[in-house]
């Protein structure tokens, strides 16, 4: 998405925020758009899309959600689905050919100009998690021996057709990148001195092409920069990404974590098919009662205790619970860290420490209040006493064990979130109750 | 915090995904110089602070963590913690302020020159979860009035002093918002073009004062914006809240939900003091306990049952954790929407709907696979159906438990997220313990 300088024009329809409607509502926004073609069927979307400019359309599909959009794109007419692609900026086209079905997608992309294929083609084969799979190519380099005044001029010309930039790119003759300017840097600059001349004590900010994009959305977030140049190896200028897309890989990424910690799919949303959805979740729940199955076992180990006293049966799962929210106040925090600040690994480890003894004092707290809840209740010291240590115990295991699982993850190079609640559970539950049974077994009998 | 048109010009220290670092680090990023001044004790930080230049000093100390900067604020001489504020926009003035005891803040704030001190006062006045609460007051409002060149020559002007706005805001002699254009609309017009006649057409979309802060993050990332007016209910321009500004906003309710859900603390970072964190979590602890004796009450029930057949000890556990985690991947999918989309009633609860049929097809299937699994292990047939008939009762449970409660929260005015998990755990506990014993209670004696 591209939105150099766009001016607020249009309003939702029925928001309660927005104060001030016009009356007109001729020109709506894409976003409001493409929510309206989301609520028709895919006929109607089809009847609707071929009455609409090519401009229109473009800029409605690139906002609309994932599945419509593919199911759209797919039935669409390969000629008219090529022309929509062109009038879109080149990133939005790859990033929505990407998603289509191979042969859907050769199919459309022998419809496209010989150009536009060449640079679509091209953009899809950076990663898409990566920096070159999220930025924008259309972008203004100026050469490094432009004067300021000839900088602001051929600005001032390009107005008609495009944006205002966020930042000139100064390269040189081979396009490798000097310098970043703004348009008040020019405007404050001598107008007969040399782009060359005022990059002098920059020091500039870009990312490879393979950066992460949740590295690029850190450092733009962190600079509080509307856009960032993405180079190859060779320092060469190859794009830029921009501000709202860094908002839109935070949002993606905040989604990614808290649904997929769980094991539900990363990108799934209530719009999402259900069966899309089922499709994701029933492996990890699968996992689950696997993991479930082991501590399952270690019960199953001390039947015979429980046998004899079935308020154990009773109380296991207090203990195997306690240590699980403990463990995911950790997770959380953990997870959180990880997705806005660079990885430190001695700062990260540090944190285990840190929630070690949070986890710690918490036990200590609760287990006290739990020991005399149940000691009133039952008059049974030894039961309370077993009960109350089993519970530090497992708090403080939870903490440390949901703290590390995104750590080690992160550090095997895998997702820090991925099923790692799933993970808790299992070894909260687990521990909690061998601990549990077994000092009951051993204390109390 | 103010990002209009900041060029790229530091580098973070040791950064791997940068490239290419300039010699010189003289003009160290405020970002990176709060890094560095929050490595060192409070008293090293005083002696730092007090040899910077206030400029420096200040946009410093707004980048640093809240509990550091909090700290070395009370211990700044009054005098010089006001200088520093002042040099700031008054709305990071007014963030920090707020942040303060009574005591040091009003001692810091009769240092203030009266008409910061004004200024600042008024912005304190607003809830800091609405749109006042994070707006910038510097802005740049023109006169409706004035024709196109008169207002490029006066944002040429301004040049000197401050950054090239995103937006510029028309207002009428009243300070009423009646429009806002492009510095690429205002260059495309006619120069004798009045302002007023430039705005025919255009479809405002500006928020009141007292709007939620998410709601202004929702608009923004829905427009690609790069800024969004706020007014207040007469329609006269406040301020405006930046992209830069959004993007805090995101990431903060991004943590806020994933922690809060969990009973962390919305605002705990690695960063926050150990004791901080310990304080934030406990009350939800001792809820949770709280929480487990209900379902500990429910096994309690049927110890008689269990102290027949002791394996029943060892398999409810599978079916609480089961549905917990259906129900916790209903749960995040549902909080993340929330996030992300306006709250829009029909669809929400549309959404129970779906997760509530996601959650009866992954319990047919698991289900089926408990069975074959635990009729494979114990020739049980009627143990083997109860626990499937268990599980699969719990997991539809779990998830329209898990989408419905962040919207009865919403709906009774609460945060959709607080606690969300530990109320869930309670209702898939003690309902699938309560379900699994009573079954067997009833069919297998």
């Known amino acids: 998405m591209n939105a150099k300088e766009k001016t607020p ?42 009455e609409m400019d090519v401009e229109d359309a473009s800029e409605s599909i690139t906002e609309m959600e994932r599945h419509d959009r593919n199911a759209l794109m797919s039935e669409l007419p390969s000629e008219f689905a090529a022309e929509i692609l062109q009038a879109m900026s080149p990133d939005d086209a790859a990033d929505i050919l990407k998603d289509l ?19 679509i083609s091209d953009l899809l084969q950076f990663d898409p998690d990566s920096a070159g799979g999220v930025m924008n190519t259309e972008i203004l380099a100026l050469d ?11 600005i001032r010309d390009r107005v008609e057709e495009s944006e205002i930039p966020y930042y000139a790119y100064v390269v040189d003759g081979y396009r490798h990148l000097m310098g970043v300017l703004s348009l008040r840097d020019l405007l404050l ?17 870009c990312v490879p092409f393979d950066a992460d994009k949740e590295e690029v959305a850190r450092l733009i977030s962190r600079y509080n920069f509307l856009a960032l140049p993405v180079v190859d190896h060779e320092q ?21 974590d808290m649904q997929s910690m769980v094991g539900a799919g990363a990108d799934e949303t209530v719009d999402s098919p259900w069966t899309y959805s089922l499709r994701m979740r029933l492996p990890w729940l699968i996992l689950n009662v696997l993991n479930s199955a082991v501590s399952a076992f270690v019960v199953h180990l001390f039947e015979g205790t429980i046998a ?138």
Chains 1, 2 share one sequence.
């Not at 490094?144 to 051929?154: D, F, K, P, T």
């Open 9 to 50: 024009e249009t309003v939702p329809p029925d928001h309660a925020a927005v104060q001030w409607v016009s009356a007109s509502l001729d020109s709506q926004h894409p976003a409001d758009m493409a929510d309206e073609l989301e609520k028709l069927s895919l006929e109607e979307q089809l009847e609707y899309i071929r």
């Open 308 to 445: 004899q006293m079935a308020i154990l049966a009773a109380l296991m799962p207090i203990v195997a619970n306690q240590a699980g929210n403990t463990g995911q106040q950790s997770l959380a925090v953990m997870i959180r860290q990880l997705a806005m600040e660079r990885f430190d690994r001695k700062k990260s480890w540090g944190a285990v420490l840190r929630e070690g003894k949070i986890g710690l004092a918490n036990g200590c707290i609760v287990g006290t209040l739990v020991f005399l809840g149940l000691l009133a209740w039952t008059h049974n010291t030894g039961l309370a006493a077993v009960m109350a240590l089993a519970l530090w115990a497992d708090m403080i295991i939870g903490a440390v064990a949901g703290a590390s699982i995104p750590l080690i993850l992160k550090e095997l190079g895998r997702d820090p979130a991925q099923a790692s609640s799933i993970f808790l559970t299992t070894l909260t539950d687990s521990i909690g109750f061998f601990t549990f049974l077994g000092l009951a077994a051993v204390w109390l009998f």
């Open 101 to 119: 079905d191979t042969d859907v997608r050769s199919r459309i992309f022998r419809r496209l100009e010989r150009e536009d294929a060449a640079e």
């Open 189 to 205: 600059s001598p107008g007969r001195m040399m782009l060359k001349d005022l990059l002098r004590e920059q020091n500039l900010i």
């Open 144 to 154: 490094q021996s432009m004067n300021a005044r000839q900088a602001i001029a051929l």
């Open 236 to 256: 060469r200028l190859l794009g830029t990404v921009t501000v709202d897309d860094v908002i839109d890989i935070i949002q993606a990424g905040a989604s990614e």
